[in-house]
């Protein structure tokens, strides 16, 4: 039986002006286990708080209860005050007999009432409370950081420039991202690959960062401060510690003709490749597709050409198994498919291109080194019709395309044709739009510079339809503002359209028991209070992964999600919340309700030895919850069909006691 | 005899995270609601069994209702949602039993939302008020 203590605050007049508490402490004197009651000004005050301590060491207390305000408020502070007096700080229970009592009704007669139903229900639920620890558990002082575009260079850098070790995790052949494919950055207009590949370099350069390339994760288990990741490094059929990147063996491969995925396939790369000259690592790669040495057995060239002896066509799958305090998921975006956009003839004319194509067209280490041609003919076009929101903002039930904001897309497409308009002043540069969305420091300034300064036409209306009709693209739009039909022969349609998360990011939340929301973007702990968090613990989001995101957003996202894994790999040791769920053996039937529900994968099957009459023993199939990943939310205990789920601090019978006490 | 004034007996489930904290700000903006109100709280909306709400109704509560995050901002992230769910079809039972649908209630209420609570609520007591008494789950075993 416990020992209870009761204790009712004033709170000045707060409480005391609406609720008799000489009254509520009298009643709850003959309350069940209350051996102590006693009321005070402030309970929260030095001296109310010795009354507490002198209170559990005179009268032995094995629980108290506080009458005061929301727990929300000073139930940390009774806590502590429980604990300094040497009782487990989970003995204590408040009754808010503030918020939801004094302050909302007027009568004293009915607060008194209700004031003493409340401190009931809290005396109820302590005699059942029993003492909890907050489990421990150490934390593995590495950070996984999967993706390598600018997303995960920043969050990278930044966790080792605190001092731990980083891996990154990329499936191209190189860091980089998407941000390595543009060739300017709105508003500033600095070209991205003068301030993305210094970068590039620190990361290949940080002793503190090692870079997987061409590998995936294939396997995550483990919880927070303790995740076992499994890698796979792809084999790329050239040895990465001796390759110098000199380049002869792309040179003389004779197997040219594949599709360049960096340029987006405008162009053609050899079996053997560099993405790009920037590269990190700056090391080749054999296409096992494409290489003919790899499919027949016959060539070699490259091993021939190779001074430094680097390629090695025997080359295997490796996999790499390491431990992790912390995950960042930084797998960023792509532009969606516009295959399903008929109408805009991408699949009838080459000179329909999506603008990442047009960033690639305009940039200097591009496919036409920089010069805007259309990639039919090499021509220059002189008509450039841009169309916005091409599968963005698209209707709930349109299957073709998101009905999100793609946000970058208006910034993006008012700078090419900014840039366009400056390069080739005599180029009719039309964009149609649904709204112009320019929110962002010096953006709307900058949208206004392509209207006014730069003279691009900016038309309030969609593109019906695009028909190729000889060596022109016939455009046929509306204008919504003069309500026209317009008739526009254009020699370049570019397309923005719209992003979505790559599509590695499924399999990977799936792995990571991370929360993706309807489109695929990995949802967040908290939409305002905690955005770079996901919910599983330990597991951080960077980037686009997350939602759309310009590329001072993702920096800005990357540095704070780098900041909450440092305050994690910080610590030695990581206390949990000790009001978990865990579920009693005999009673689990091995259902896998509780699995079900779990949003954080808290819960795992273990096969499990049971003794059983006549010396025999029995293994069954039992739920067990891992603490150090339970969040405490309860939903198993109600999704458990045979009641051996329960949870710690709120449990079945504590809860029923306080219903109980308000319904007596 | 004198007849004794009729005042209905309301539990009221709230989360930890939005609702019990709207139900703090009705307080401190001093919103008022029937005293027929107590407050339970728990972890998430989904903490709460069906088992609770039938308990209530054995031991004479006249309504129950439940408090939880908007749907889409739990959060345990989708604990509402089973929420809304396993109530629609426990409610259906209950009044396939005899108690009313209007005696139980799932709402959405944010830590931004005091004034929502109070209203809630008032509206809530007045609607159970004008019901009367629960006798159909009413199990008079259960008082002593």
Known sequence: ?664 | MQVKEYKPLIVAFCCNWCSYAGADLAGNNRLNYPADVKIIRVPCSCRVNPMFILRAFQRGADGVIICGCHPGDCHYTSGNYYTRRRMAALFSMLDFLGIEKERTRVEWVSAAEGAKFAATMNEFAQTVASLGENKRLEDLRCKK
């Open chain 1, 1 to 664: 039986m416990q020992r209870v203590g009761v204790f009712v605050c004033w709170c000045g007049s707060n409480i005391a002006g609406t609720v008799d508490v000489a009254a509520v402490a009298e009643a709850l004197k003959n309350e069940p286990g209350v051996v102590f009651s006693t009321d005070y000004q402030y309970m929260c005050s030095q001296a109310g708080q010795d009354i507490i301590k002198n209170a559990i060491a005179e009268h032995n207390l094995t629980g108290i209860v506080v009458c005061s305000c929301s727990p929300r408020m000073h139930e940390a502070t009774f806590r502590k005050t429980a604990a300094a007096a040497g009782l487990n700080p989970y003995m204590v229970e408040i009754a808010n007999i503030r918020e939801q009592c004094s302050w909302v009704h007027k009568d004293m007669t009915t607060g008194t009432e209700k004031a003493i139903i409340l401190g009931k229900a809290a005396v109820a639920k302590v005699n059942l409370n029993t003492p909890l620890t907050p489990g421990e558990s150490p934390v593995t002082k590495r950070a996984l950081v999967i993706g390598g575009g600018i997303a995960g260079i920043q969050t990278a850098l930044d966790i080792a420039d605190a001092g731990f070790p980083v891996d990154i995790v990329e499936t191209k052949p190189t860091i980089g991202g998407k941000m390595a494919q543009l060739d300017k950055t709105f508003p500033t207009l600095d070209c991205a690959a003068c301030i993305l590949t210094p970068k590039m370099v620190d990361v290949a350069q940080n002793e503190k960062i090692r870079i997987f390339s061409y590998s995936e994760v294939e396997e995550v288990g483990g919880f927070v401060g303790n995740f076992d990741v499994k890698i796979k490094k792809k084999a790329r059929y050239v040895k990465e510690d001796i390759c110098t990147g000199c380049g002869a063996c792309v040179d003389k491969c004779p197997m040219k003709k594949n599709p360049n995925e960096f340029n987006l396939g405008m162009d053609n790369r050899p079996a053997i490749y560099i993405p790009f000259a920037q590269a990190v690592p700056k090391v080749a790669t054999i296409d096992p597709n494409a290489c003919n040495m790899l499919k027949n057995g016959k060539c070699g060239l490259c091993a021939r050409v190779c001074a430094a002896g680097a390629i090695d066509y025997t080359q295997k799958d490796e996999i790499i198994e390491e431990k992790y305090g912390a995950i960042v998921v930084a797998t960023g975006f792509n532009p969606i498919s516009m295959e399903k956009f008929d109408e805009f003839a991408y699949n009838q004319s080459k000179d329909v291109i999506t603008s990442l194509e047009f960033e690639r067209l305009t940039n200097a280490a591009g496919p036409t080194a920089g010069h805007l041609e259309r990639p039919s003919d090499g021509k220059s076009p002189k008509t450039i019709v841009f169309v916005q929101c091409v599968g963005s903002r698209c209707d709930a039930c349109s299957e073709k395309g998101k009905e999100y904001c793609s946000k970058i897309c208006c910034m993006y497409t008012a700078k090419h044709a900014m840039l366009t308009r400056d390069k080739y002043p005599d180029t009719d540069v039309y964009v149609f739009y649904i709204d112009v969305r320019t929110p962002g420091k010096n953006f709307d300034e900058f949208y206004r510079r392509a209207v006014e300064e730069f003279g691009v036409k900016y038309i309030k209306g969609m593109v019906g339809k695009v028909t190729p009709e000889g060596d022109k693209l016939k455009v046929q739009a509306s204008d919504l503002l003069s309500n026209k039909q317009l008739h526009i022969d254009a020699d370049l349609v570019v397309l923005a359209a719209a992003i979505e998360p790559d599509k590695s990011a499924r399999p990977l939340a799936t792995m990571l028991t991370a929360s993706m929301d309807t489109n695929d973007f990995f949802t967040e702990a908290h939409p305002k209070l905690r955005p770079v968090e996901s919910p599983t613990a330990g597991v951080f989001l960077s980037g686009a992964c997350q939602g759309p995101k310009d590329i001072p957003e993702t920096v800005s996202q990357a540095g704070a999600a780098a900041s909450k894994v440092i305050g994690l790999l910080a610590k030695d040791k990581l206390t949990g919340n000790p009001c978990v769920a865990h579920s009693n053996e005999l009673m689990c039937n091995g259902c896998s309700s509780c699995e079900r529900v779990c949003p954080y994968g808290a819960i795992t099957y273990e096969d499990k030895e049971f003794r059983m009459p006549n010396r025999t023993t029995k293994i069954r199939r039992v739920a067990s919850v891992n603490p150090a990943v339970c969040q405490g939310c309860g939903a198993c205990t109600v999704a458990c069909p045979s009641g051996a789920m329960d949870l710690k601090g709120f449990a079945n019978s504590q809860i029923i006691a306080e219903v109980d006490a308000i319904c007596k």
